[in-house]
């Protein structure tokens, strides 16, 4: 079975503070693949960035940043210098192998991030 | 480019009642989803299907059921709505459901059972 872990139910911080949103996962396949997505008020979601487990490279886009560590099982994003904007849910997901030629996301409970002016 | 459209996007219900909720994607993608979102819990997954005419059970399929007759839509179906039934509904869809791809999601609907 494979298990989602996004410890940090609520954040707040103050606009331009650097934020971290932690994801644990946990998973038997050798291959899979790992998700970022964003839920603003409006409520729709959005993808952020994928990964693979075999491309531990970290991953930068302007403000985000993502650190894959394998050997932790973690899939960590940080917002730098945060603002009202990135107000949102943020949700981690993993996808793995279910059999045949399914595959299985599962999602992570979400971490609400409030960035106050 | 209309992406993954969502019908309607509110609903109440009263218990017993039922309705269906319609999910049609414009990018001819094989693979449909329908979760659902409660506070604390994430996105479950109800139920899926993996082409035109196939549907399977997902984490959470017990009070739904569901339909994909077209390639282009997925419908889900409450019989006799409970009030354990108010959620979230999200529809998405994937080109290769091989999971190495991001799903394409709805706006959502919002159903509320009394």
């Known amino acids: 079975a494979q298990k989602v872990t996004q410890a940090q139910t609520e954040i707040s911080v103050v606009e331009k503070e650097d934020v971290t949103l932690d994801c644990v996962y946990e998973t038997r396949d050798t291959t899979y693949y790992l998700f970022w997505y964003k839920q603003p008020p409006s409520g729709e979601l959005v993808f952020l960035i994928r990964r693979n487990s075999f491309d531990e490279q970290n991953e930068i886009s302007g403000r985000y940043s993502w650190n894959f560590q394998k050997s932790t099982s973690s899939f960590n994003f940080t917002i730098t210098a945060s603002q009202v904007v990135d107000s949102a849910v943020y949700f981690c997901?993993?996808?793995?192998?279910?059999?045949?030629?399914?595959?299985?996301?599962?999602f992570g409970k979400g971490t609400l991030l409030t960035v106050n002016p | 480019n209309a992406g993954v459209t969502q019908t309607p996007k509110f609903r109440v219900l009263k218990t017993g009642q039922s309705m269906t909720l319609l999910c049609a994607q414009d990018m001819n993608h094989e693979y449909m989803y329908w979760y659902r979102q409660d506070p604390g819990m994430g996105l479950r997954l109800i139920h899926y299907s993996v082409g035109e005419g196939t549907t399977a059970k997902g984490e959470v399929p017990d009070g739904y059921n569901v339909s994909r007759l077209k390639k282009q839509n997925f419908l889900l179906g409450l019989e006799s709505a409970a009030p354990s039934q108010t959620s979230v509904y999200f529809c998405?869809?994937?080109?290769?459901?091989?999971?190495?791809?991001?799903?394409?999601f709805g706006n959502g609907t919002r159903l509320t059972v009394t």
């Open positions: 997901a993993l996808s793995g192998y279910s059999g045949g030629s399914n595959y299985k996301l599962t």
């Open positions: 998405a869809s994937d080109f290769t459901g091989r999971g190495n791809s991001p799903l394409h």
